[in-house]
């Protein structure tokens, strides 16, 4: 098993900057892709991020590709989440996802979730 906890989100200006962290912990980090989805108030989870096993390569939603950048450290059991351009769309609880299939995360199912951090933005 994998236990995930999100942690930076708050509250950001639109255009500003916000940088969320995942620390995992349990079975082998390595094994498992990694990525993010979002669930805004009243709407359906949206996809975000899913980056490979070896952090080689991301695959990102439309909405966020160019604004936001996600990085994993294998040796620290992080992935984290660079939010740039941020816009009040972006408002949302944002979980950090495991799961030892790539797709499955892009499908949002994966097997192992966190808590969730809530990024809410200002206009």
């Known amino acids: 098993q994998v236990q995930l906890v999100e942690s930076g989100g708050g509250l950001v200006q639109a255009g500003g900057s916000l940088r969320l962290s995942c620390a995992a912990s349990?079975?082998?980090?390595?094994?498992?892709?990694v990525g993010w989805f979002r669930q805004a108030p009243g709407k359906e989870r949206e996809f975000v991020v899913s980056?490979?096993?070896?952090?080689?390569?991301?695959f990102y939603g439309d909405s966020v590709k160019g604004r936001f950048t996600a990085s994993r450290d294998n040796a620290k059991n992080t992935v984290d989440l660079q939010m740039n351009s941020i816009k009040p769309e972006d408002t949302a609880v944002y979980y950090c996802?495991?799961?030892?299939?790539?797709?499955?995360?892009?499908?949002?199912?994966?097997?192992?979730r966190g808590q969730g951090t809530q990024v809410t933005v200002s206009s």
């Open positions: 996802a495991a799961d030892p299939t790539f797709h499955n995360i892009v499908v949002i199912n994966p097997r192992y």
């Open positions: 349990g079975d082998t980090f390595s094994s498992y892709a």
């Open positions: 980056i490979t096993r070896g952090g080689g390569s991301a």
